[in-house]
Every structure is written in structure tokens, then in C-alpha cells.
């Protein structure tokens, strides 16, 4: 792809507890978090996303069950499948994203680098493409 998104491996450290999946965010995550949104209970076939933002950049984590992440960035389209022992994918702006085949048991955690705006968001796909086309 074009934009520079990016499959980005969490640590584990496991023993006879359990594992636990460490996200540095000062190292890993190229803004400051300002807003965390979860995805659950999801039916199955309905989609999540269908837009790209702006300006704002995304951080993505599939903490229970799995999902598919389709990032287009109107040139090329990536298909991602994520579950809990996978990487976390960074989202820059102006990146389409589809959000498919949610398991019953899914749950999905977004950080996002701004707060919520209608206005930066892109929902129409042609907008989208002439946006990035020039």
C-alpha cells in the first residue's frame, strides 16, 4: 500500500498465569491517544467503518475473538484477519477501512489521535477516491 499503515506485534510475556500482550505506547503508536472506542456484539455480516478520516489516525486491536480489517488507500487494498494473539495495526489518515466477519465473540479495541468530528470523516467511497487521487 501506498500509506505507510502498519502491522505492528505486541510483546507477550507468558507463564503459568496466563500471557499478558504489552503495548508500549510512547514507542509504538505515532500520536498521543485522545479517544478509545471498543467494537462488540457485532451481528454477524454487518460491517463497521466504510469511511477513512481526515486527519484523524487510528490504532487497532482485536482483544477477544477475530476480525477483518480491509485498508484501502485508493490505490491498493489490503485484507488483514485479527485475533488476540496477532499484531495491533496503526491506521494513518486517509485510509478507507472495512471492518468484516466480526466472530460472535469479538471485541474490538480502536485509540484514536483526536476526538470525535463528523467533519472528518469521509463516507462516500468516490469522495474518498478523488480525495486521494487529486
Not at 502498519?6 to 491517544?33: M, N, W, Y
Not at 460491517?47 to 491498493?76: N, P, S
Request: charged share 25%.
Amino acid at each position: 500500500m501506498r500509506k505507510n499503515w502498519l502491522a505492528c506485534d505486541l510483546k507477550r510475556v507468558s507463564d503459568h498465569r496466563g500471557t499478558l500482550a504489552i503495548g508500549e505506547l510512547a514507542h509504538q503508536l505515532p500520536f498521543v491517544a485522545r479517544r478509545f472506542f471498543f467494537a462488540t456484539g457485532v451481528p454477524v455480516g454487518v460491517m463497521r467503518g466504510g469511511h477513512a478520516h481526515k486527519t484523524i489516525e487510528q490504532f487497532a486491536v482485536c482483544v477477544h475473538g477475530r476480525v477483518t480489517l480491509i485498508l484501502d488507500d485508493g490505490i491498493e487494498r489490503t485484507q488483514l484477519h485479527l485475533h488476540p494473539s496477532g499484531p495491533g495495526v496503526f491506521i494513518p489518515a486517509m485510509v478507507w477501512d472495512e471492518w468484516r466477519d466480526f466472530s460472535n465473540d469479538a471485541v474490538l479495541l480502536v485509540l484514536a489521535s483526536k476526538e470525535f468530528d463528523e467533519s472528518d470523516y469521509v463516507r462516500d467511497y468516490q469522495q474518498f477516491i478523488e480525495l486521494v487521487r487529486g
